[in-house]
């Protein structure tokens, strides 16, 4: 990440707490990523933290370091 905000974060979850704990969880990242799902949906990244619309997986990344595709994490179905 970008700033270092998430050094001290050992999973998605974590990640999910720490945006939310922030209040920024309804931000957008800075490029709309497009994800590739485990369950096989294709879909856009519309804001740092999202569900999956087919199986609820949610995905998260902070708001410093979403440029970067390979910051977006995985937190578990319905962690959001």
């Known amino acids: 990440m970008s700033c270092d905000c998430t050094t001290n ?18 931000f957008a990242p800075t490029f709309a990523h497009e994800i590739s799902c485990e ?3 294709t879909f856009t990244l519309e ?6 619309p087919i199986c609820e ?3 998260a990344v902070t708001p410093c370091g979403s440029q970067d595709k390979n910051n977006i ?8």
């Open 73 to 80: 994490m995985l937190a578990g179905i319905k962690y959001a």
């Open 39 to 41: 369950c096989g949906e």
């Open 57 to 59: 997986m949610t995905y």
């Open 9 to 26: 974060l050992k999973d998605g979850k974590d990640l999910v707490d720490h945006v939310k704990s922030k209040g920024k969880e309804n």
């Open 47 to 52: 804001t740092v933290i999202m569900n999956c």
